[in-house]
């Protein structure tokens, strides 16, 4: 089943257009990573996607029941929380905030999954930490525990590997894979190309060449062969 | 020594100003804690100069209760800075600069083209710094800010998730369906009313120091937001109670020593922390 159809997607700021009659669809239990250039859009698409910021032209349609506070999001770290002073556990529970609605104050049930997705990714130890202190592979899995507060159903994923070591890398590829087989959805923007070609189930290609279609197809396209090489396994450097 | 202070105790408008500057010190504190973990802390500092133009401007037109324009004129700075501050394009800093400079100058301007007493110059004196001595608050004045400090304590309380989810990561809480033009326009008030609030007592050049002091403090020693955030309401009542009494028996100005109060907490809050680890 479809969750997600984008037909002639326009996207940019005011006067600005980045990319250009996207069309896609995602469905449901589906591996989708979206790469492309620097600068050709792929952040954008993903805060239009998350109704961060309004298309320019064309239309989203969400179906399955896919609200705006039911997809869960790992944005990029910003600066801000280099040095925020919070515990993993009020990091992950903030992820319960869409369950809020007029309520004050986190219910039991919040907090229940909290604790549950805390385990999930194995960082139930690491609850009393404070999150600055934290390695950057453990900042990653408290920001995916909080996504995963916020949705069973999708998850977007702006670059999650970013700046982390090969060995982690490697360990947060596989836990992402592991959510998807339980059946969330998996949007994710990155910038290794071969590595994301080896998990995901189709490829979104952005910039100069437009691909949309699965991973084997990418492979033998013209965007999906330059930018991986023989075989798929040639880092490209940007 | 303690004759001084009891026989000072028994005046009311001394307790009124232990009353008034501990709730005030209490407000700031707390969204302290937000201001500065959104990096924010200039705009506080922008503000109270506004105020500073503000209450210029009263003084001339000459309202008898002064806050009834200052307060809705921050308020609209607050907002506007805000605003400004999230959108990239115009750059917040400059803006905020410009402001408050200008403000400054403007009052400055207002208070000596229009004297309203014949000391101009101790009139901006205590504005800029607070009262020379102990101040001096109107009943009035007095329930005006308790009323006022109750209102922006239980606000903190109840939104107290949402402002932890919009201070750590906007994104993910717009993302999630969080409503934070809403949350942020309530900030943005929040802290107009206690930098006018707090005016009255540290005056408007010091009026920062009372909002960021705490939450850095606190920030030095303590780990999770919520212990951050009650370390530092505690602190900064105990500093402002402190200030107050140690300015009635040396007889300095109350502003600036709640503020000397507060760095020497800050130093040694910092040497805890470094110690700690």
């Known amino acids: 089943m479809e969750q997600l159809i984008c037909k002639n997607l326009k996207l940019g700021y005011e006067n600005i257009t980045l990319a250009e009659d996207l069309s896609f669809s995602v469905e449901a239990g589906d591996y989708l990573c979206i790469v492309g250039e620097n600068g050709a859009g792929k952040s954008t698409l993903m805060r239009t996607l998350l109704r961060l910021q309004k298309p320019l032209g064309g239309t989203i349609e969400y179906h399955d029941d896919l609200t705006a506070s039911s997809i869960g999001y790992l944005p990029q770290q910003t ?48 609850a009393k930490r404070c999150y600055r202190e934290l ?10 525990a909080r996504a995963l507060c916020a949705t069973e159903k999708m ?51 952005i910039g100069n060449e437009f691909f949309f279609g699965t991973v084997e197809d990418y492979k033998k396209s013209p965007a999906g062969s330059k930018y991986l090489g023989e075989g798929g396994h040639h880092h490209h450097h940007v | 020594m303690f004759d001084i202070l009891i026989e000072s105790l028994a005046y009311p408008f001394v307790r009124y100003a232990l009353i008034v500057g501990v709730l005030i010190a209490l407000c700031s504190s707390l969204l302290g804690v937000i201001l500065v973990l959104k990096r924010f802390s200039y705009i506080g500092d922008g503000l109270s100069h506004v105020a500073f ?16 324009l200052t307060l809705p004129i921050t308020i609209l700075c607050a907002i506007l800075l805000l605003w400004s501050g999230q959108n990239a394009k115009i750059k917040g800093d400059a803006a905020i600069a410009m402001i ?26 205590s504005s800029l710094f607070g009262s020379m001595k102990i101040l001096t608050l109107t009943k009035t004045e007095v329930v005006l800010c308790i009323v006022l400090s109750i209102v922006v304590v239980i606000a903190f309380v109840l939104l107290y998730n949402r402002f932890f989810a919009v201070t750590f990561d906007e994104s993910f809480a717009k993302a999630v369906g969080t409503k934070t033009r809403l949350l942020n326009f309530v900030i943005a008030t929040v802290i107009a009313v206690i930098i006018v609030l707090a005016m009255n007592l540290v005056g408007s050049l010091l009026v920062s120091a009372l909002v960021i002091f705490p939450a850095l403090s606190a920030m030095r020693i303590f780990k999770s937001f919520k212990s951050v955030t009650v370390f530092s309401a505690i602190l900064s009542v105990f500093c402002a109670f402190t200030g107050i009494i140690l300015s009635i028996l040396f007889n300095t100005p109350v502003g ?11 130093v040694i809050c910092s040497v805890i922390g470094k110690i700690r680890g």
């Open chain 1, 135 to 144: 390695s950057g592979g453990q900042q990653q899995r408290v920001l995916l």
């Open chain 2, 53 to 68: 133009g503000a209450m210029a401007i009263a003084a001339v037109v000459g309202l008898a209760d002064q806050m009834v």
């Open chain 1, 155 to 205: 998850l977007l994923l702006d670059e999650p590997v970013a700046g982390l070591d090969p060995l982690v890398t490697s360990e947060m590829y596989s836990l992402i894979e592991k959510l998807n087989d339980e059946g969330i959805t998996v949007i994710m923007i990155s910038h290794d190309i071969a590595c994301s070609v080896k998990y995901a189930k189709h490829v979104l290609h």
């Open chain 1, 79 to 126: 600066i801000v929380q280099k040095d925020f002073p919070a515990s993993v556990y009020e990091v992950v529970l903030s992820g319960c905030q869409n369950s809020l609605g007029f309520h004050l104050f986190y219910s039991k049930a919040a907090k229940e999954r909290a604790r549950k997705n805390m385990e999930r990714l194995g960082i139930t130890d690491l």
């Open chain 2, 256 to 266: 600036s020593t709640i503020v000397i109060t507060d760095i020497a907490a800050f």
């Open chain 2, 100 to 125: 408050s400079v200008g403000a400054l100058a403007f009052g400055y301007l207002l208070m000596n083209i229009f004297p309203t007493s014949s000391n101009v110059a101790g009139d901006v004196c």
